[in-house]
């Protein structure tokens, strides 16, 4: 099993910072990719940001240029640097990571959720 911690999350109020960390262990042959996923309360979960092994990143549209997603691949970890938020952006934070546990066998995984609130 891969496991993935989130740590970070809080009550903001909008306009404001905020710094989501996570931490992946267990099998892991190879990381491909890690990045975090929100859902809100009646609404589909969707990507937030993505960061490759290789360092490319992926954000949706909403969070360009105020979010940040950066990674370290010896640790497997990754951090998500939330500025400017505003309180559409309250959500369940979830931290995502692609993986390789061996040759011929790759998954993603999900972590628990770190709650996001934004108060304005």
């Known amino acids: 099993q891969v496991h993935l911690v989130e740590t970070g999350g809080g009550l903001v109020q909008a306009g404001g910072s905020l710094r989501l960390s996570c931490a992946a262990s267990g099998t892991i042959f190879r990381m491909n990719a890690m990045g975090w996923d929100r859902q809100v309360p009646g609404k589909q979960r969707e990507m937030v940001a993505t960061?490759?092994?290789?360092?490319?990143?992926y954000y949706t549209d909403s969070v360009k240029g105020r979010f940040t997603i950066s990674g370290d691949n010896a640790k497997n970890t990754v951090t998500l640097q939330m500025n400017s938020l505003r309180t559409e952006g309250a959500a369940v934070y979830y931290c995502?990571?692609?993986?390789?546990?061996?040759?011929?066998?790759?998954?993603?995984?999900w972590g628990q959720g770190a709650q996001v609130t934004v108060s304005s």
């Open positions: 995502r990571a692609n993986v390789d546990r061996d040759w011929d066998e790759r998954s993603d995984y």
């Open positions: 960061i490759t092994s290789g360092g490319t990143t």
